[in-house]
């Protein structure tokens, strides 16, 4: 049924080409899989494709960090609606570089740093986390979309460097934007 009800929609979605690698995925891609409460499963379309999570890794990392820190978190990156893009740095002098949210860039960010100091092999030990979470022990990084991001994520150096101005980040920020 929700297959049938998408045809009628005009696609006005964009492929995220900010970020080249994303750009050559196919926007006519679509899977989907649903697990019940008592473990049957449904599934159609591409849903046994790999794809870039990108920003769902937010819940994942704050899951981690929260697990880690518990509410004390909260000192480091607030619980608000932003108002502004995932990506500004507007909001960041006001706020004077505590992020409102986890789920903009910013705050993922500052998630990010709290796992590096936290964790002896932050990349591993995410990933590891992520595993068991999902039961998907195949669930990997690509490497081609991170390299893409790497060379491109200009305003994410810029949130994180205006961040560490403020003493928000405590690790080198090379290290942070990897994780």
Known sequence: EITAELEDFDDIGEVASYIPELGKVDPNKL???????DKQEYSLGDSNEKFSIQSIA????????LKIMGKE???RVGVEPSGSAFNSLVQLEYE???PRNPFIN?????????????LENPK????EFIRK???IDSVDYCSEV????????YRNYALTYFMKSFGNIHNEVETVLDL
């Open 96 to 98: 004077k570089g505590v």
């Open 124 to 127: 591993e030990e995410l990933l």
């Open 58 to 65: 937010k819940v994942l990392s704050l899951t981690l960090a």
């Open 146 to 153: 991170a390299d893409s991001e790497k060379k491109t994520g």
């Open 133 to 135: 979470a999902s039961g």
């Open 31 to 37: 899977g989907m899989h649903l697990t019940t409460i």
């Open 73 to 75: 978190l909260w000192s």
């Open 106 to 118: 910013a705050g993922a960010i500052v998630v990010c740093d709290i796992l590096v100091s936290r």
